[in-house]
T-cell receptor, first 111, second 111 residues
Framework: DAKTTQPPSMDCAEGRAANLPCNHSTISGNEYVYWYRQIHSQGPQYIIHGLKNNETNEMASLIITEDRKSSTLILPHATLRDTAVYYCIVRADNYGQNFVFGPGTRLSVLP | NAGVMQNPRHLVRRRGQEARLRCSPMKGHSHVYWYRQLPEEGLKFMVYLQKENIIDESGMPKERFSAEFPKEGPSILRIQQVVRGDSAAYFC?????????FGQGTRLTVV
């Protein structure tokens, strides 16, 4: 079972920031927070991951609370092409750990 | 560096035939994961392999399904005696230990 809770759907206006929340209250000290997205029926796309520090790359920013029980993925300027299902996954980078996908958040970017 | 390559992209099989799905990981990646996605449903983990070893097959159906990742060559997901319920998109991902990158999937249709 997924160890994360996400809202089932969200809307965002084109050009605005999309803030996608994720709760992971049972996260362990060695578990990372990963974000993926799936656009229509394509293969899931890796976005970003982090342990406890905030992370930023060319796609998004990841803000992790100090207690690590929740995080927020930020798409700074959402476009129509960002419409997708976004998955928040908690996973330890130990040998033998796979990626467990929950239902995710369906983000609709509106013109 | 080419991404994860899956072939074929589309596969049609008659009931009772065998389906072989191939996954070539990214260069330098020794971890491979297989997932299945039924129409309008989420991604379900099937199996996690490293070279010549099955690490976790907890998501594999007990019968008709098998997977391998030989020392040389792609990972193979094999489905024997396919039934209509096997119709789905099958995704593989590869990793060097941290983030995993997904292929575009094989869409299996059983007629």
């Amino acid at each position: 079972d997924a160890k994360t809770t996400q809202p089932p759907s969200m809307d965002c206006a084109e050009g605005r920031a999309a803030n996608l929340p994720c709760n992971h209250s049972t996260i362990s000290g060695n578990e990372y927070v990963y974000w993926y997205r799936q656009i229509h029926s394509q293969g899931p796309q890796y976005i970003i991951h982090g342990l406890k520090n905030n992370e930023t790359n060319e796609m998004a920013s990841l803000i992790i609370t100090e207690d690590r029980k929740s995080s927020t993925l930020i798409l700074p300027h959402a476009t129509l092409r960002d419409t997708a299902v976004y998955y928040c996954i908690v996973r330890a980078d130990n040998y033998g750990q796979n990626f467990v996908f929950g239902p995710g958040t369906r983000l609709s970017v509106l013109p | 560096n080419a991404g994860v390559m899956q072939n074929p992209r589309h596969l049609v099989r008659r009931r009772g035939q065998e389906a072989r799905l191939r996954c070539s990981p990214m260069k330098g990646h020794s971890h491979v994961y297989w997932y299945r996605q039924l129409p309008e449903e989420g991604l379900k983990f099937m199996v996690y392999l490293q070279k010549e070893n099955i690490i976790d097959e907890s998501g594999m159906p007990k019968e008709r399904f098998s997977a391998e990742f030989p020392k040389e060559g792609p990972s193979i997901l094999r489905i024997q005696q396919v039934v209509r319920g096997d119709s789905a998109a099958y995704f593989c991902a590869s990793s060097s230990g941290t983030e995993a990158f997904f292929g575009q999937g094989t869409r299996l249709t059983v007629v």
